[in-house]
């Protein structure tokens, strides 16, 4: 079974703009995570969805935003893009909410 | 507010158990325990993970205290591709959804 696939997994962009990271889950899986890693403030929650519903958000800004599909993929967004928001941004899947997550490789963001 | 304290840094040497200490005296009742690693920026990888009794699979074993305030991750025979940063996890309550609060973890380094 394939792992959690996320892209683009490099990206460079300037302050300002906005950027869509893309995540699709291990199949069958209906719940996923997105996570934010930084050297200075390590793993932190972003947001969580299941069945296409926003289940659970951490403590960020409105600038970030998520949706889920029919078909599970989800996409992040982040607009107005800031140099605090390079980082590493991870997904995760589980098969329901409550239940063991799964890692992607990630999508490494710069902003410039 | 991770929930768990960890050792920064730990070394093993090669083929000997390294034993990953973790302190979790706040954990509830019906909150798990998990593992997970990351290898140098990749995603994190799910190891483990256990409620009361002590678990264990083809990756490493879990070791619970009875009081639930503490367990220990094992890696029986550590090897070079074992160095990583390791992380354990209280899971949030189930009726608080599927959050995962990363600390900082202990990085490990098995030596040759």
């Not at chain 1, 869509?20 to 719940?31: A, D, K, N, Q, V």
């Not at chain 1, 409550?98 to 410039?112: C, K, W």
């Not at chain 2, 960890?6 to 070394?11: A, G």
């Not at chain 2, 639930?68 to 009726?95: E, F, G």
Request: charged share 15%; proline share 5%; aromatic share 10%.
């Amino acid at each position: 079974k394939a792992g959690v696939t996320q892209t683009p997994r490099y990206l460079i962009k300037t302050r300002g703009q906005q950027v869509t990271l893309s995540c699709s889950p291990i199949s069958g899986h209906r719940s996923v995570s997105w996570y934010q890693q930084t050297p200075g403030q390590g793993l932190q929650f972003l947001f969580e969805y299941f069945s296409e519903t926003q289940r659970n958000k951490g403590n960020f800004p409105g600038r970030f935003s998520g949706r889920q599909f029919s078909n599970s993929r989800s996409e992040m967004n982040v607009s107005t893009l800031e140099l605090g928001d390079s980082a590493l941004y991870l997904c995760a899947s589980s098969f329901r909410l409550e239940e063991t997550q799964y890692f992607g490789p990630g999508t490494r963001l710069l902003v410039l | 507010d991770a929930k768990t304290t960890q050792p920064p840094s730990m070394d093993c040497a090669e083929g000997r158990a390294a034993n990953l200490p973790c302190n979790h005296s706040t954990i509830s009742g019906n909150e798990y325990v998990y593992w997970y690693r990351q290898i140098h920026s990749q995603g994190p990888q799910y190891i483990i993970h256990g409620l009361k009794n002590n678990e264990t699979n083809e990756m490493a074993s879990l070791i619970i205290t009875e009081d639930r305030k503490s367990s220990t991750l094992i890696l029986p025979h550590a090897t070079l591709r074992d160095t990583a940063v390791y992380y354990c996890i209280v899971r949030v309550a189930p009726n608080t959804g599927n959050q995962f609060y990363f600390g900082t973890g202990t990085s490990l380094t098995v030596i040759p």
